[in-house]
């Protein structure tokens, strides 16, 4: 089955400044990328996500990069602010007729003032 | 709200009881998911509805049964369960599996 990785763990990054977070997976064939965002005590929520035929979507300060060659996929943050700090997770839908998704870890976002 | 809704928000159970856990969407999604979402572990996937129809189980022991009587409501049926099945307990819907999930606020579930 599908093999997704996720890293850091944790992120902790200044107000302001920019955060990068990169999963890894396994399936040549998976054909769709989400990131959600899950604050404590609350529920998974979709931020951005992307497909395998586009290599970047953007949307004001989150953006989302695919290198379908090297099977890697990065949610960048620009311009971080506190109301950011969260677990993000990333998810891959593998191709071959899956029909769930796969799950990152969690990167465990830290904005320090 | 985001439009799916679980029911109970917690639940204390025995390892002997039979309890069941309730999802309802009112988005007009055809698939509908559930997730187990433990410590230190990224969510897993346990089990796909597609138009009703039950298109995946992964490996989900039998003591969780699942049961979709339509494409609005979800249920996880529960029974004999054991200490390290508690968690939280995510149900998701999506328009088909093209799409991402709109998930509700799950069910913290522990069992003693």
Known sequence: GENVEQHPS???????DSAVI????SDS????????????GKRPQLIIDIRSNVGEKKDQRIAVTLN??????????????????????????SGGGADGLTFGKGTHLIIQP | ET???????????????????????HLGHNAMYWYKQSAK??????????FKEQT??????????PECPNSSHLFLHLHTLQPEDSALYLCASSPDRHYGYTFGSGT???VV
């Open chain 1, 68 to 93: 379908k060659t090297a099977k890697h996929f990065s949610l960048h943050i620009t311009e971080t602010q506190p109301e950011d700090s969260a677990v993000y997770f990333c998810a891959v839908r």
């Open chain 1, 29 to 40: 064939a998976s054909n769709y990328f989400p990131w959600y965002k899950q604050e404590l």
């Open chain 2, 108 to 110: 913290r579930l522990t």
């Open chain 1, 10 to 16: 944790t992120l902790s990054v200044q107000e302001g």
């Open chain 2, 56 to 65: 995946e189980n992964n490996s989900v022991p039998s003591r969780f049964s």
């Open chain 1, 22 to 25: 990169k999963c890894t997976y």
């Open chain 2, 3 to 25: 439009g799916v809704t679980q029911t109970p928000r917690h639940l204390v159970m025995g390892m002997t009881n039979k309890k069941s856990l309730k999802c309802e969407q």
């Open chain 2, 41 to 50: 572990k990224p969510l897993e996937l346990m089990f796909v509805y597609n």
